[in-house]
């Protein structure tokens, strides 16, 4: 029997990218009209649609690989190292105060950081997808690149 968790994020990952893919249909039904700038700019918003959905929804492996577990169950030397990365981070987004905020929040939890910065980013406020990360463009210093290098990437 399938793990109902395991069932439960595969349909969020499958809806992801049935949202993706009926956008790319209407896209190439554009297209197929001869509105060139219209498909143009709704491929860049599907796009960032999409890269906001999958990071959001690889929440619990954020920061899982760089620290091989849970961060605060890694050595003392690389966890410091890691915190000090999303320190700056965050800093550099402008983040960094209302992380501290949450943290307070989140501190008892399993994975404070984690907890605080989804908060942050993907809040029912709005703010978090407006204002922190850009979604379409990938190099600026709160660039989705430089997210999906510090929450997923491999080192």
């Known amino acids: 029997m399938i793990d109902s968790n395991v069932t439960k994020t595969a349909k969020v990952f499958m809806d992801i990218f049935d949202v993706y893919d009926a956008n790319i249909l209407k896209i190439n039904t554009i297209l197929k009209n001869g509105f060139c700038d219209v498909a143009i700019i709704m491929t860049v918003s599907a796009l960032e649609v999409l890269l906001t959905d999958l990071l959001e929804a690889y929440k619990d492996f954020w920061f899982r690989s760089r620290a091989e577990g849970n961060i605060n169950a890694v050595f003392l030397e690389n966890r410091v190292k890691i915190k000090k990365e999303i320190r700056d981070y965050l800093t550099k987004i402008g983040a ?3 992380f501290l905020r949450n943290y307070y929040i989140y501190q008892d939890q399993l994975d404070p950081e984690t907890d605080s910065i989804y908060e942050i980013l993907f809040s029912g406020d709005g703010r978090g997808r407006l ?25």
């Open 96 to 98: 960094y105060d209302d």
């Open 131 to 155: 204002n922190r990360l850009n979604f379409q463009n990938l190099k600026d210093k709160n660039g989705v690149r430089k997210a999906y290098v510090l929450f997923l990437m491999w080192t």
